[in-house]
């Protein structure tokens, strides 16, 4: 019985420890969200879906929730954010080339498509996607798509 006090201490002592440990805060400002909206053009529902399943991973402007002030949640939401941002980034949008733009959106085509986003991680708490906020995403993202062809002369 005393190890099993020794190590109930022990991971305690830990799991204070880890408290001190703050991973940086994913935030810029909403500007740079407001220029990918501005050149993709969602419509409003689009838009809502986006704000409400897609930024807090996808861009530099995360609304964290009460449970990602404590450790070891918010490294593993720090950690889903910052994989998040390496596939798709809105933020960084005005950086990408027409043909990267266009890859990019093929890729979140395939993804909604096939229900790999958002994250099972993400839709515990946050709810999944209906299947019309599904078919609206995919038809903005395929219209958005044709127009960076028109403008690659495809």
Request: proline share 3%; aromatic share 12%.
């Amino acid at each position: 019985m005393k190890i099993f006090k020794k190590i109930l201490l022990a991971l305690l002592l830990v799991l204070i420890g880890m408290q001190l440990y703050r991973p940086e805060k994913n935030s810029s400002e909403y500007d740079v969200i407001a220029q990918f909206e501005t050149e993709t053009r969602p419509s409003k529902e689009v838009s809502a879906i986006l704000q409400q399943k897609c930024y807090d991973c996808h861009s530099n402007q995360t609304n964290y929730p009460w449970y990602a002030e404590v450790s070891p949640i918010s490294l593993w939401i720090n950690d889903h954010i910052e994989e998040g941002k390496e596939h798709f980034n809105v933020s960084d949008w005005d950086t990408y080339s027409l043909k990267k733009k266009d890859h990019k959106l093929e890729e979140f085509i395939e993804e909604v498509e096939e229900g790999k986003m958002p994250e099972d991680a993400y839709t515990w708490i946050h709810g999944d996607l209906l299947e019309s906020e599904k078919k609206a995403l995919i038809q903005w993202a395929q219209e958005t798509r044709s127009s960076y062809n028109v403008l690659q002369g495809k």
